[in-house]
């Protein structure tokens, strides 16, 4: 399947037979817009408007990884790219088209590859983009003013460039300045897609005397000239591209073969879950020596025998909690589950979920709600009593707290029967709350707190569990 990454001015693709658009969820969170999935000529085409449809999303807040993920999930293995850029050179007026072939990155802080801390990914960019791909859109209706080969220089923006930075950037020897094609490029060289990028002129930048102050005014009335060339380019590429695809002859498809680090003490299970769940083919991973900690928390987890009573092994996870990086992987191991599901809060549950609720929920930039014992919460609250092994207990949460259809995770350290956990996700619902999930440090599978949950519909999530207790 042809994808197509629409850049300003070009929201939607005419022709598509059946055309409708998807929703897409990735692990790295939604991409800019539902994607607009048909048929040109017979053949599949996905089409993604880089900004959003309306263009409500600037260059530095794109979520590329997202974008490139969702193209791959649907089953993309090429990549073309439409892009609006300056001029950097006089022989490439407004109304060029540029098929780039290099790049250089000047953004700030982009989040520019799937891979992070757990499994490390080395791949190669001396050649970004693909030949095969470029040649097709060299075709019949291919624009006069088009050259083949060029760099494209990527700044942060949205401001455009200085007067000195953009004598600068002409000294790099750049030929065209833009703010999205990075990390496009290389994210679509670590997702093993065929990649293309087509620059479209729409000014001289300031270098040029004749346009030393660029408005966003001239951009879009040369923008929309660009948008109409573009629509017959692609008009003319796509049933080439359609029908030309195969094993690449530059390996764009195989691009990351022996480029992984694959030693163990980088290799993290979840991330290789959540690369996987963004379509990349990553090595499979070795069982684990103790497959019930798969995060090795295990060893950071004392025992207390005979406490709170004879008999019984207490699982005291403050010790775990005292080692920064262990608090730090149980935090990140989380963060990584539920970031991209887009939560509205934390709910932590009296004692230990505070602790734990709180630091995820600044992990994923959320609030925090805390669910009570009786009696801790000032003003109005809702409560609920569950059972213990002997009595009963009552918890509580703010009266005014969530709200209708906000999305929640419940958070403690410890299932055991399941009782609390059941309590605090009860509470949330009377709040008109969506529990996505209840999730823990350590879970005790033989006290059926796990089936206590999932009776109420409440999917439970553990790192670790300790057979036999």
Not at 220 to 237: E, F, G, H, P, S
Not at 239 to 259: F, M, N, R
Request: charged share 20%; glycine share 12%.
């Amino acid at each position: 399947m042809l994808g197509v990454i629409g850049g300003s001015g070009i929201y939607e693709l005419d022709g598509l037979k059946g055309a409708r658009w998807t929703k897409v969820n990735t692990p790295f969170g939604p991409p800019s817009d539902e994607i607009l999935v048909g048929e040109f000529a017979g053949a599949p085409v996905a089409f993604l408007p880089r900004h959003g449809r309306g263009h409500p999303i600037p260059p530095s807040e794109l979520n590329s990884r997202a974008n490139l993920a969702a193209l791959k999930q649907l089953g993309c293995t090429d990549v073309l790219s439409l892009s609006a850029v300056g001029s950097l050179r006089e022989n490439l007026p407004p109304g060029t088209f540029v098929l780039v072939d290099q790049f250089i990155d000047l953004t700030k802080g982009r989040p520019s590859s799937f891979f992070s801390r757990g499994l490390v990914g080395h791949v190669s960019l001396a050649h970004p983009t693909c030949g095969r791909l470029g040649g097709l859109v060299q075709g019949p209706k291919t624009p006069k003013a088009f050259q083949v080969g060029g760099t494209y220089l990527c700044i942060e923006g949205p401001q455009f460039s200085t007067l000195a930075e953009s004598k600068l950037y002409r000294s790099y020897g750049a030929d065209v300045i833009g703010m999205t094609a990075l990390p496009e490029v290389r994210l679509a060289r670590e997702a093993e897609l065929c990649f293309a990028c087509v620059a479209m002129v729409t000014d001289f930048d300031c270098w040029h005397p004749d346009h030393d102050a660029v408005t966003a005014a001239q951009v879009v009335k040369i923008l929309q000239q660009n948008a109409a060339t573009a629509r017959t380019l692609l008009a003319d590429t796509l049933p080439l591209a359609a029908k030309a695809h195969g094993p690449c002859s530059k390996g764009c498809d195989t691009a990351l073969g022996a480029a992984l680090m694959t030693g163990e003490a980088v290799r993290d299970r979840q991330v290789v879950e959540k690369l996987r769940g963004a379509g990349l083919r990553v090595p499979a991973l070795p069982s684990p020596a103790d497959p019930t900690d798969p995060h090795g928390l295990k060893p950071l987890i004392r025992t207390v025998h005979d406490w709170p009573k004879k008999g019984v092994g207490f699982r005291d996870v403050t010790t775990l909690l005292e080692d920064a990086k262990g608090l730090a992987k149980v935090i990140d191991a989380l963060a990584d589950r539920y970031r991209g599901q887009k939560l509205d809060a934390v709910v932590g549950v009296d004692a230990r979920g505070f602790i734990l609720g709180g630091a995820l929920a600044i992990a994923l930039g959320v609030g925090f709600v805390p669910v009570r014992k009786k009696g801790k919460l000032p003003g109005a609250t809702l409560r609920v009593e569950y059972a213990l092994e002997y009595g009963t207990d009552t918890v509580e949460i703010r009266a005014e707290a969530l709200g209708e259809g906000k999305r929640v995770v419940v958070v403690d350290d410890l299932i055991a029967t399941g009782g609390t956990a059941t309590a605090a996700a009860q509470l949330a619902r009377l709040r008109g709350a969506d529990v996505v999930e209840a999730c823990f440090i350590v879970e005790l599978p033989d006290l059926k707190g796990r089936a206590k949950l999932e009776q109420q519909k409440i999917a439970v999530h553990a790192l670790c569990q300790y057979e036999g207790d």
